[in-house]
């Protein structure tokens, strides 16, 4: 039994940088559990704490250590599950206490309720329809926009009307005026979801759906908490399905939250979701204000929603009666964390379901080669959905060659067939999207006399080329840090005029397009389209209204998005995500190539999808247009038995970074010899031991003037590579002064 309890005192203390450590008086030493909440001494006074480590080991002069003098039987069960949650994210992901108390809980000022403003339409509907014809005569479009959307909700959030219908603040005073609307004026927490409308729910689900609600609503009525994944072609229900198990949560008095995750997909699911349970429903996400986020907080906290919908920071809702977990699209790589703590929310959403009795479904058409391992060896319970909604065909998936286009003289970057394929849509009068993974105007510029390749100075990254009205002539960006300089017009190297870019990204592709269908509406979805708070959601609320033929769109546009008018996806360069260094390079491919041509024929017209590739034999393009998922998974996994790679084993990835790069290099020989050493003691045989990979450096080894080194252990078991992160982790801790310009940071899984 431990002797000794870490203690953090004010969880919402924004300058709370450390924990304290107490003695456990003998009597609490087997009452005593991570996330419990106790008194302790501080100064002169006795506070309440959480405790979030157990340990044998002393930091300090055991004689100074003070004793905790009680166990608080007041405290707030859904905080300590919380704390206890970061302390196991602490323990399997390699951070600070503090780092993951900050993940869990990142509400820390509270904020005052705010003033709302909303529109209501006076008419009655006759008397607005004639007004509406009257706008309509005179083509005043705002008035128009305005009041078609009154007359399907008659009240609407001010700010949704400005910032989505781009409708000004004077267009709504003047129609206050004439006697139309009248603005409405309440005080409130902010609700996110407070300017949506339900419109009911009316719809059945069909005999497949029905029976996967059926197979996980008996194990609940029974108690028994379960982990199911959910493969689902695309368009086949799989959100109609999660609604239905929600629904039946909430009729016991339980609560959901729903995973998904891209920021883009906020609004359509959240409309989706609000149609069927109103203002039961809210969201969570980095683009809400901190206000914002506090407001949600302690309206969750509170039992005034059930159902928190987000990527991956709504995990963290304080629901106290949670019931289920849901991930959308749950193959996707943003559930990662970038930054410390590095979880996953797959793992972290299963072990918090473990804490308080929860079932987690994991839902995609494309399921991580992770998750359909596990579901395969019985980890996870798999349940199918083999076809779309009311038996509407997969869209025809035809894979274009693009070296034979080059060899017929087509040197554009849209193939002949796609050409055609796009002309006929617009004749039509029907959507369509392309797909490219890279923004800008071209991926990396470079000298035809010399080779010389415009570099990033801080980072060993080529700089990408934008062109913007600020900036007509071009600018060259890095996407890494930001560095930016003038378009060069001749080589800094040799002095050719000869400089120019390769590889269009999405800017390119838009001028492309334009001038070759200049008949067409084009709207471009990238970072630099969104990068305003409410970027994606004007773009694909204008979309969805058919305001535009073609979207043209980095990854964000393939992922979950419903649009019954698009009938043709081009993915412009299938290549792009094939050949990174990354193992999971292959399943990226694959997943993406399935998602973006799941995106068509999603109404009652079958869809087409034009793959373009140089490499049309190679297996995740091939599985991909044949939508045949089992195939690809038996290639992949052969794959990485062969490596020894994850699912198969266990990787744990040590980060070391400096901005001394002698520092950067030899600091994981060090930490190899130490972890070996200390190995040793531990594992007679060898063979038992973890494999060491490395030291090597980073994809990009250089980053803002940050140099970074790689270090790798393989291992069948994940808590023998937690045991060599916490051996490292002492190491640092007892040489903290050898580790002051330097950075080291665990990843498992990556």
């Not at 870490?6 to 087997?30: C, G």
């Not at 999405?506 to 001038?515: D, F, L, S």
């Amino acid at each position: 039994m431990a002797e000794y309890a870490n203690i953090i005192v004010d969880i919402f203390n924004e300058k709370l940088d450390k924990t304290f450590q107490y003695r456990i008086p003998e009597a609490m030493k087997e009452k005593l559990t991570l996330g419990m909440q106790v008194y302790v001494p501080f100064g002169r006074r006795n506070i309440k704490g959480y405790v979030v480590g157990l340990t044998d080991e002393p930091e300090f002069e055991v004689a100074k250590i003070k004793e905790i003098i009680g166990i608080a039987t007041d405290s707030v069960p859904i905080e300590s599950q919380l704390i206890a949650l970061a302390g196991w994210m602490k323990k399997n992901y390699g951070a600070t206490m503090n780092h993951a108390l900050k993940t869990v809980i990142p509400i820390k000022k509270k904020s005052n309720a705010v003033e709302h403003k909303s529109v209501r339409l006076k008419l009655t509907e006759i008397e607005a329809k004639s007004e509406l014809a009257e706008f309509e005569r005179k083509h005043q479009k705002a008035r128009v926009r305005l009041l078609s959307a009154l007359i399907e909700n008659p009240q609407m959030d001010q700010s949704m009307i400005t910032q989505k219908l781009n409708v000004s603040g004077a267009v709504i005073r003047a129609l206050e005026t004439m006697g139309i609307v009248e603005v409405v004026s309440e005080r409130s927490y902010r609700n996110p979801v407070s300017h949506l409308d339900s419109k009911g729910y009316h719809l059945t689900l069909n005999e497949e759906q029905q029976s996967v609600v059926d197979v996980i609503e008996r194990n609940l009525d029974q108690k028994i908490a379960k982990t199911y994944l959910i493969k689902g072609v695309t368009g086949s229900g799989k959100t109609e399905v999660y609604m239905e198990l929600i629904a039946h949560m909430l009729a016991q008095g339980k609560q959901a939250i729903v995973l998904i995750p891209e920021i883009a997909l906020t609004f359509q699911t959240v409309m989706r979701f609000y149609n069927r349970f109103g203002d039961r429903v809210s969201i969570m996400n980095s683009r809400l204000s901190p206000g914002e986020r506090f407001d949600q907080f302690e309206r969750a906290k509170n039992g005034d929603v059930d159902i928190m919908i987000g990527p991956r920071s709504a995990l963290f809702t304080p629901f106290s009666k949670l019931g289920l977990i849901i991930i959308d699209e749950e193959h996707e790589s943003s559930y990662k964390s970038e930054t410390l703590p590095r979880y996953h929310a797959r793992e972290t959403a299963i072990e918090r379901a473990r804490m308080c009795g929860a079932s987690v479904v994991l839902g995609s058409a494309t399921p991580s080669v992770e998750s359909y391992y596990k579901a395969k060896t019985g980890e996870y319970e798999l349940l199918e959905l083999k076809h779309r909604v009311a038996e509407k065909p997969l869209p025809k998936v035809e894979v274009v060659d693009l070296r034979e286009e080059l060899k017929a003289g087509n040197r554009s970057i849209l193939s002949v067939r796609l050409q055609e394929l796009m002309e006929d849509r617009l004749k039509k009068g029907q959507q369509m999207m392309l797909f490219i993974n890279r923004r800008g105007v071209a991926g990396f510029v470079s000298c035809r006399a010399c080779g010389h390749v415009l570099k990033c100075p801080h980072c060993d990254v080529s700089l990408s080329q934008h062109v913007t009205r600020q900036h007509p002539e071009g600018k060259m960006v890095c996407h890494y840090c930001g560095y930016e300089i003038p378009m060069p017009k001749t080589c800094p190297a040799c002095g050719s005029r000869y400089i120019s870019g390769f590889k269009a990204g999405t800017q390119k592709i838009e001028m492309i397009v334009k001038e070759r269908f200049p008949q067409a509406r084009v709207l471009r979805m990238d970072m630099d389209t969104t990068a305003g708070k409410e970027g994606h959601e004007k773009i694909l609320a204008a979309f969805s209204a058919q305001e535009a033929d073609i979207l043209v769109g980095t990854q964000m546009i393939v992922k979950g998005h419903d649009f019954p008018n698009v009938t043709l996806m081009g993915i412009l360069l299938a290549d792009l995500s094939l050949y990174s260094s990354d193992f999971r390079a292959q399943e990226r491919t694959f997943e993406l190539l399935t998602q973006a041509a799941g995106r068509a024929g999603r109404g009652d017209k079958r869809g087409n999808v034009i793959i373009q590739t140089y490499d049309p034999s190679h297996y995740s393009i091939q599985t991909a247009m044949k939508h045949d998922y089992d195939a690809f998974y038996e290639q992949e996994i052969m794959y990485r038995e062969l490596m020894d790679y994850p699912p198969v084993s266990n990787l744990l990835t040590v980060k070391v970074s400096s901005k001394n790069e002698q520092l950067a290099n030899d600091t994981p020989v060090w930490l190899l010899q130490e972890t070996t050493k200390e190995l040793r003691k531990i594992y007679y045989d060898e063979d038992d031991m973890p494999r060491a990979i490395g030291p090597s450096r980073a994809s990009v080894y250089k980053l803002n003037d940050i140099f970074s080194v790689l270090l790798f252990f393989k291992h069948k078991q994940y808590t023998v590579l937690t045991q060599v992160k916490d051996i490292l982790e002492k190491y640092i801790r007892e040489h903290e002064q050898d580790f002051r310009m330097v950075s080291v940071q665990f990843d498992f899984n990556q």
